[in-house]
């Protein structure tokens, strides 16, 4: 199964729990109703006024990562709309119109939104000007060729008018099914660096509305009381304590035993309230282990044999050979930490009745169709009762997309003990999220690698344990084949190196744990244990680095050819075959991830007290068209350091199954003066764009490694970095 394969059956399992129909492609003749206030829908995607203002409808929502900007471009580019007057709105909860193109569900995630919205905005906007020159060619009795459009005005000979002039006109009329399309040569926006972020006013003037700033009348707040324990179920509690906490109104358990829920006037008494509490907890069925002893049964499972061999064409017996005649054998283990999410909002929704008899939330929501489908189900509705009323989200991370919609489920049960009829904000602090959230999940990695008389790789047995994020899930059908969840080994098992008699062996550890897609799922712990062992093979056999992962990416395959394009660009950016600067260590690592290409070089130094400083991070792009290089560069500098923010010191840590982390003192994000600075070079490509918004994380953290093993001449085998006796300052 390809990684390809593994996006395709998770979106369709998310589309079955939704309840959503699989429409596929882009449908101009739909949804030609006029909008109140004067604005009429042109297709599902654009929207013009009476002032000839466009608004672009977002399928997907912006938790930061610019889709809001890179939308607007491809409607703007192909209508020729101006872009100083467009305005944008999300979109509302509807699978049929707004889903990801050919999966049938509507959500945000998978660094889908540009490669998937691509042509299908591109052919919206298309379809909108098509209209308006048709409707203003048939006023002025000219021929639509004669009609020309530029910045929101139409003109024929002496004659010229806005958008807003004949948008009623355009509405009545049927639209082209294949609208003629730009040649990318004449692109004005698509591809530009000079675009202003559309939510750079409002988010700076404070305007931009999040889900902490709903507030609806007669709202009540609300927040859950939650076991120490992953899987301990509420079996008694005592509010008594809670009643002399001023703005307390009520606390009731939870229909599924998950916790208590706790109303009050103010989100701040319902925490206090809550505080207050005493519960008693059934931990029977709960995670007990401390983190130390998961980390050994990890590691016993990579050093025993695999329950699933992962990769197309490896067999283990043949990798057992090749080893046992191979002249150099190096071995190396990993371990990597659970890990939370920790985004800077919390989360946190409103939901509130509607006059259709259902529930409307409002809340950044980064899955619309899996939300539909779980409040649903809670609650006896059908999806179309549940709407969504999507605002800006502070961050994600993969966290406002969890396979049970857990705080939309928990905020309908909340709703639904008061009587359904009063509105309610959930929110869950930051305390809650860190200990009592979905995690990246812990993973150890072993590799054995063996080398011939002239430092060529002969076999690479290479063994990984990790719990499911996929299994136990409404996703499991779609998602596992054979027993293998494909996110599990991904960036590894399809690696496109050219390595003789690899194999990949797969072992699931199992837990009470939450466990969750994490910025680059699979490829977070996958891509550092490649691309490490990949440098020791290196060191071992005598090769520079870059050379020796060039041998392995020659040929005509597309993808080791664009591997080994990032590559060459970043080597040639630093100056690789040059010695670094005096008190420099430099290490390189290449990852394809979401159909992305990057190659990376980190510059460290070391102190005389032995602390790293991350000096500077070069990075290669190739992701196809770029729509907007900024928001390219800025979502591979944030991957970059969201990365090594969480590889220098994060962890989650368990005492007898109890979260030992709290907040952001003990669960430190990056900060500013961690890393020097992050240049980014993009590769340019005429091919179809593919995902940026988490393919720069997995080659930032081996990058650094082997430039710390460059400086110490040890590698960090087991993260955080911190555990290796590693410490980092200025």
């Known amino acids: 199964m390809t990684v390809q394969t593994s996006r395709r059956g998770f979106l369709k399992g998310i589309a079955a ?238 229909p599924n035993k998950a916790g208590v829920a706790v109303f009050a006037k103010s989100t701040w008494a319902a925490i206090q309230a809550r505080n207050a509490i005493t519960a008693e907890w059934d931990n029977s069925a709960a995670e007990t282990r401390s983190t130390g002893r998961m980390v050994e049964e990890h590691l016993a499972l990579v050093r025993g044999e695999p329950t699933y061999q992962v990769r197309e064409g490896g067999d283990l017996a043949t990798t057992t050979a090749a080893l046992s005649g191979a002249a150099k054998v190096i071995e190396a283990e990993f371990t990597f930490p659970h890990l939370a999410h920790a985004p800077m909002e919390p989360l946190n929704c409103v939901i509130e009745a509607t006059e259709t008899g259902g529930v409307r939330f409002h809340d950044g929501c980064q899955a619309p169709g899996i939300t539909q489908g779980a409040v649903a189900h809670v609650l006896g509705l059908t999806p179309d009762k549940v709407e969504v009323n999507t605002v800006y989200a502070g961050g994600s991370f993969g966290r406002r997309a969890s396979p049970t919609s857990d705080y939309h489920v928990e905020a309908a049960l909340a709703f639904s003990l008061l009587g359904g009829k009063t509105p309610v904000k959930l929110v869950w602090t930051r305390e809650d999220d860190i200990r009592g959230g979905y995690y990246r999940p812990m993973a150890a990695h072993r590799v054995k690698i063996g080398l011939d008389g002239d430092g060529k790789l002969v076999g690479w047995d290479h063994r990984l344990a990790v719990q499911s994020i996929m299994k136990g899930t409404a996703f499991e059908a779609a998602m596992v084949q054979n027993g293998v969840d494909g996110t599990s080994a991904e960036g590894v098992r399809d690696s496109h190196y050219a390595i003789p008699a690899m194999s990949v062996g797969l072992s699931d550890w199992t837990s009470p744990l939450k466990v969750l897609w994490w910025r680059s799922v699979g490829h977070t712990h996958t891509g550092y244990a490649m691309e490490a062992a990949m440098d020791m093979a290196a060191k071992a056999a005598g090769q520079d680095p870059v050379a020796f992962r060039l041998a392995l990416l020659e040929g005509d395959d597309p993808d080791r050819k664009r591997l080994a394009g990032v590559l060459r660009l970043v080597a040639e950016k630093v100056e690789w075959n040059k010695p670094a600067v005096a008190g420099r260590f430099r290490g390189v690592a290449v990852h394809k991830s979401f159909n992305t290409y990057v190659a990376q070089v980190a510059e460290v130094s070391r102190s005389e007290d032995g602390a790293i400083k991350i000096e500077k991070v070069i990075c290669a792009v190739d992701c196809g068209v770029v729509v907007n290089p900024d928001i390219v560069k800025a979502q591979m500098e944030g991957g970059i350091g969201f990365g090594l923010g969480a590889a220098m010191r994060n962890q989650i840590t368990f005492t007898d199954g109890a979260v030992d982390q709290w907040n952001f003192p003990d669960y430190m994000p990056l900060r500013m003066g961690d890393i020097g600075s992050i240049e980014v070079h993009i590769l340019p490509s005429t091919e179809a764009p593919t995902g940026v918004g988490e393919p720069g994380l997995p080659p930032s953290l081996p990058a650094v490694a082997n430039a710390i093993a460059a400086a110490t001449g040890d590698w960090p085998t087991h993260l955080p970095w911190s555990e290796n006796g590693l410490s980092f300052g200025a």
């Open 17 to 254: 729990l939704s309840g959503v129909a699989l429409v596929v492609g882009f449908d101009a003749k739909g949804a030609l109703a006029a909008a109140p206030l004067g604005t009429v829908d042109l297709n599902p995607f654009v929207k013009v006024d009476g002032d000839g203002v466009v608004t672009v409808v977002l399928k997907h929502f912006e938790m930061g990562q610019g889709t809001s900007t890179g939308l607007a471009t491809l409607v703007a580019e192909e209508l020729d709309a101006d872009w100083t007057t467009l305005r944008t709105e999300f979109a509302p909860a509807d699978g049929e119109k707004y889903q990801i193109v050919g999966f049938g569900v509507q959500m945000t995630g998978g660094s889908m939104s540009i490669w998937n919205s691509y042509m299908q905005y591109r052919k919206a906007g298309a379809a909108a000007r098509a209209l308006l020159v048709q409707a203003a060619a048939a006023e002025w009795g000219v021929a639509p060729e004669a009609v020309t459009v530029e910045k929101g005005l139409l003109k024929a000979g002496d004659k010229s008018a806005g958008f807003g002039a004949f948008v009623a006109a355009a509405a009545a009329l049927v639209p082209p099914e294949t609208p003629p399309l730009k040649d990318p040569a004449a692109f004005t926006l698509i591809g530009k660096s000079d675009l202003k972020r559309r939510d750079n006013t409002n988010k700076t003037d404070g305007t931009a509305v999040f889900a902490l700033d709903v507030t609806l009348p007669g709202m009540v707040h609300a927040v859950i009381l939650r076991p120490d324990r992953p899987g301990a179920v509420l079996a008694s509690f005592d509010a008594s304590g809670a009643r002399d906490v001023a703005g307390f109104l009520d606390a009731k358990a939870l």
